[in-house]
């Protein structure tokens, strides 16, 4: 005779919850905070750095200049 197996006890899984867009800072003022990129188009935002500012999808850099 083969052996019962046990029932497996079921996990309650959470729902993930998604942040809203107002949850990012997007604008200062009526001026985008972050700048498009020249290569990528509209709808694709460079990642401010300290020094820099690059995209995420094509790796387009441009430097911050240095003020003395």
Do not use: Q, W
């Not at 700048?35 to 094509?58: E, Q």
């Amino acid at each position: 005779m083969a052996k019962k197996k046990k029932a497996a006890a079921k996990k309650e899984r959470k729902k993930a919850t998604k942040h809203p867009v107002s949850a990012y800072k997007l604008y200062d003022g009526n001026k985008l905070r972050n700048p498009i990129c020249p290569k990528c188009g509209p709808g694709v935002r460079m990642a401010l750095h300290k020094n820099r500012a690059s995209c995420g999808k094509c790796g387009y850099t441009t430097f911050k200049s240095e003020k003395k």
